[in-house]
């Protein structure tokens, strides 16, 4: 079993910026992908970005490219979004996600997941 709760949401302003974290617990936590989606009112749950294990390779969602960053410290169990310029269309429930099997940038392929945090932007 793998534990995942998430932290740092808020309400920013436009353009501003928020760091949301990960925390994780109960298995190796270096073995495994960890990712970060979105799911809006009404919308599906969306792909926002993935980190392999090592930290080595990183990946994004075309619309976050240039103004996210996903991070990971193995030493911490701990998985980081940086979010940056953000505009309404980021408002939305964010979740972490650990271990996908498959395709990372569809939801049903992952195997864990966060309680969600709430990011909302305001004009």
């Known amino acids: 079993q793998v534990q995942l709760v998430e932290s740092g949401g808020g309400l920013v302003q436009a353009g501003g910026s928020l760091r949301l974290s990960c925390s994780a617990s109960?298995?190796?936590?270096?073995?495994?992908?960890m990712g970060w989606f979105r799911q809006a009112p009404g919308k599906e749950r969306q792909f926002v970005a993935a980190?392999?294990?090592?930290?080595?390779?990183?990946f994004l969602a075309d619309s976050v490219k240039g103004r996210f960053t996903i991070s990971r410290d193995n030493a911490k169990n701990m998985v980081y979004l940086q979010m940056n310029s953000l505009n309404r269309e980021d408002t939305a429930v964010y979740y972490c996600?650990?271990?996908?099997?498959?395709?990372?940038?569809?939801?049903?392929?992952?195997?864990?997941w966060g309680q969600g945090t709430q990011v909302t932007v305001s004009s």
């Open positions: 980190i392999t294990g090592n930290g080595g390779s990183t």
């Open positions: 109960g298995r190796t936590f270096s073995r495994y992908p």
């Open positions: 996600a650990a271990d996908p099997e498959g395709d990372y940038t569809k939801s049903s392929d992952w195997g864990y």
